[in-house]
Structure formats: structure tokens, C-alpha cells
């Protein structure tokens, strides 16, 4: 089985308002009885649409003006995530997607496919890591923030200055999927 742990950084709170401006991924594979890390991918998009929230700017850090000058247009970037994907799967597998607070994540990337007509190599289905965390940890939604699990987890203290850079967050949110898969397996 291939996860890809996905974290977005976007201009405001949803789809199609506000833009998706960044896409990060790290893949947690299963190897014998535990999973590891594997590889990451980052990719920053130009807008497309008028909303842009200032607090939402200043969260993610990613200046509006140079994303529209450099980034990649979106259906291109769509379609670089697709193709990593197939890249990180075997022939008829399907990449699960996994996100910490997935339904953010996965109502940009569904609609930017379905924006652009192309298909989702994660169809409707998903992981939500703070879900999972409920579930295995036996704990509250109130306590599955990822301050809260990079302590009952044992995990690195997350780096402030690149919390929100959707890089970053999803290797992050790889650790906690780790954790949380291989939880028994820890004592």
C-alpha cells in the first residue's frame, strides 16, 4: 500500500474562492511489519481566482504577486501530481490519500481535477490523520492537533519556521501516519 501524505497551502478557506497555491507530498510505504518514509514532492501554483485572504497569505507565507509571475500553471501542476503518483505506485495500485484535517486538503485537490477535467488518481477516498489518531490513541478530536500528537507520538519538534509550507507539513504529517500505523508495533 502507497500514502501519500498531501498538505495544501491555499488563500482562504475554500474552493473555487480562493486559490490553491501550493502542494506538497511525502509517501509512507509499508515494509515488512512497519512503514518508512519515501519520497517528496513540492509544487507552487499560479492563481486563478480573485479571492485572497490576508490571513490567510500571511499563514502560508507565499507571496501572491511571485506565485503568479513563477508558479506552474494549475491544469500543469495537476497533472505533474498525477504523474508522481503513478511514479510512487506499482501497476494497479491506487495511491490512498491522507491529509491531518483531510477534508481541507482534499476539497482543493478534488476540485482543482475536476476543474480541469482530469482524473484523480485518489478518487473519492481518503485518511485523515487526525481521524486515525482518535481511533488508535483512544483520544478526543480536541487533543489530534499536531502539537498535541508530536508529544503522545514521541515525534520531532516541528520546526516554526516552516510550519505551513505545505513541504514541510506533509513530511510531518508522514511522521504522524507512521507513528500512528506502527502504534502497536511501539509498545
Given at each position: 500500500?502507497?500514502?501519500?501524505?498531501?498538505?495544501?497551502?491555499?488563500s482562504?478557506?475554500?474552493?473555487p474562492?480562493?486559490?490553491?497555491?501550493?502542494?506538497?507530498?511525502?509517501?509512507?510505504r509499508?515494509?515488512?511489519?512497519?512503514?518508512?518514509?519515501?519520497?517528496?514532492?513540492?509544487?507552487?501554483?499560479?492563481?486563478?481566482?480573485?479571492?485572497?485572504?490576508?490571513?490567510?497569505?500571511?499563514?502560508?507565507?507565499l507571496?501572491?504577486?511571485?506565485?503568479t509571475?513563477?508558479?506552474?500553471?494549475?491544469r500543469?501542476?495537476?497533472?505533474?501530481?498525477?504523474?508522481?503518483?503513478?511514479?510512487?505506485?506499482?501497476?494497479?495500485d491506487?495511491?490512498?490519500?491522507?491529509?491531518?484535517n483531510?477534508?481541507?486538503?482534499?476539497?482543493?485537490i478534488?476540485?482543482?481535477?475536476?476543474?480541469?477535467e482530469?482524473?484523480?488518481?485518489f478518487?473519492?477516498?481518503?485518511?485523515d490523520?487526525?481521524?486515525?489518531?482518535m481511533?488508535?490513541l483512544g483520544?478526543?478530536?480536541t487533543e489530534?492537533s499536531?502539537?498535541?500528537l508530536?508529544?503522545?507520538?514521541?515525534l520531532?519538534?516541528?520546526?516554526?519556521a516552516?510550519?505551513?509550507?505545505a513541504?514541510?507539513?506533509?513530511h510531518?504529517?508522514?511522521l504522524?501516519l507512521?507513528?500512528?500505523?506502527?502504534?502497536?508495533?511501539?509498545g
Amino acid at each position: 500500500m502507497v500514502y501519500i501524505c498531501l498538505d495544501c497551502e491555499a488563500s482562504g478557506p475554500i474552493p473555487p474562492i480562493y486559490n490553491l497555491l501550493s502542494i506538497g507530498c511525502t509517501v509512507v510505504r509499508s515494509q515488512g511489519d512497519t512503514h518508512v518514509l519515501g519520497d517528496s514532492m513540492y509544487l507552487e501554483l499560479k492563481p486563478i481566482f480573485p479571492g485572497f485572504l490576508p490571513e490567510a497569505m500571511e499563514v502560508c507565507g507565499l507571496d501572491a504577486d511571485m506565485l503568479t509571475r513563477d508558479g506552474l500553471e494549475p491544469r500543469e501542476a495537476m497533472q505533474r501530481l498525477t504523474e508522481w503518483c503513478r511514479s510512487q505506485t506499482k501497476r494497479n495500485d491506487r495511491p490512498v490519500f491522507v491529509g491531518h484535517n483531510a477534508v481541507f486538503d482534499w476539497a482543493y485537490i478534488s476540485y482543482y481535477y475536476e476543474h480541469f477535467e482530469l482524473k484523480n488518481p485518489f478518487g473519492y477516498k481518503g485518511i485523515d490523520t487526525k481521524s486515525l489518531a482518535m481511533g488508535v490513541l483512544g483520544i478526543p478530536w480536541t487533543e489530534t492537533s499536531k502539537e498535541s500528537l508530536e508529544k503522545r507520538l514521541g515525534l520531532p519538534k516541528q520546526d516554526p519556521a516552516q510550519v505551513h509550507r505545505a513541504d514541510y507539513d506533509a513530511h510531518y504529517q508522514a511522521l504522524i501516519l507512521q507513528a500512528l500505523l506502527d502504534h502497536d508495533r511501539r509498545g
